[in-house]
């Protein structure tokens, strides 16, 4: 395996040259050619594949890549039983846990047998779920899937929390109960995808539980906003010097090796975010 700076100095030529010719809505680093500061990485909401990524593997910019656990709000499967397949292949991971949202769920549809249509039909993704007791029960679930996935013990769960203008007293119970639940059940560490509007009052909720629990550490956060990024920025540019990680970019094409495929981008302060610290 080549080392880090010589992957992100490969990254760094193939990145401006595929920028020049896909849509972006990022800024290119000009004159000058460096490695870059921070680790880029990537996530799209269904698994691309596993000819993309052994296309990317050596050719685009990427360390790491969001995976998605089945959740309440993301009810897709595709990345189950990928693990072995993306960590093998050299990429560093970020688990994504998309539990209940402030928006209102819809039913997931089935075509299938009328006692499979009747659980399937069962709304399990709505702001009417947001609660205390559901986020117990969402954790618990988060730890079950990351157990079914193989993920290792100690690796970072980020729970999902979509952009919203005001914070709900009902998210913050949630929010607050999930993070607990995760942390006194010891296996995984708790850590958050949040909007640059909202990371501020939810790390403030972070901090304050983790106090409550006499925690010395902290959760992982991150932030999402996309404005004013490049691959060759750091977490902190996002504004917060605390953040973790920063999504930059969302729904774009890019295209290495032939293989193009719309994605968000990232930064992070480590080459697999998810991954046990050491």
Request: with cysteine; net charge negative; aromatic share 10%.
């Amino acid at each position: 395996m080549t080392s880090r700076s010589a992957r992100s100095l490969l990254g760094a030529l193939l990145w401006l040259g595929a920028s020049c010719s896909s849509a972006t809505d990022v800024q290119v680093k000009p004159a000058t050619i460096e490695p870059f500061p921070a680790h880029p990485g990537f996530d799209v909401g269904t698994y691309p594949g596993d000819g993309v990524l052994q296309a990317w593997r050596t050719s685009a910019p990427y360390e790491w890549m969001g995976v998605y656990l089945v959740s309440p709000c993301h009810k897709d499967a595709s990345f189950s039983g990928r693990l072995p397949t993306i960590a093998g292949m050299g990429f560093g991971t970020a688990f994504l846990y998309v539990g209940q949202q402030t928006f209102e769920g819809q039913p997931f549809v089935s075509h299938g047998a009328r006692a499979e249509v009747a659980a399937e039909n069962m709304v399990t993704c709505s702001r009417t779920l947001l609660s205390t007791e559901q986020g117990k029960l969402d954790a618990t679930d988060a730890v079950s899937r990351a157990d079914l996935e193989g993920v290792p013990g100690g690796s970072v769960i980020f729970l999902d929390v979509e952009f919203m203008t005001t914070i709900p007293q009902s998210m913050l119970d949630y929010y607050a109960s999930w993070l607990q639940a995760i942390v006194e059940n010891g296996k995984y560490r708790a850590g958050a995808y949040v909007h640059r509007s909202n990371a501020v009052q939810l790390r403030d909720v972070a901090l304050a539980r983790y106090a409550l629990l006499r925690r010395t550490d902290e959760p992982e956060f991150w932030v999402a906003t996309w404005n004013n990024f490049s691959l060759w920025s750091r977490p902190a540019d996002v504004g917060l010097e605390w953040a973790d990680a920063w999504q930059g970019t969302g729904d774009s094409a890019r295209q290495y090796a032939g293989v193009t495929v719309r994605v968000d981008e990232s930064v992070a302060r480590r080459a697999s975010p998810s991954a046990p610290l050491p």
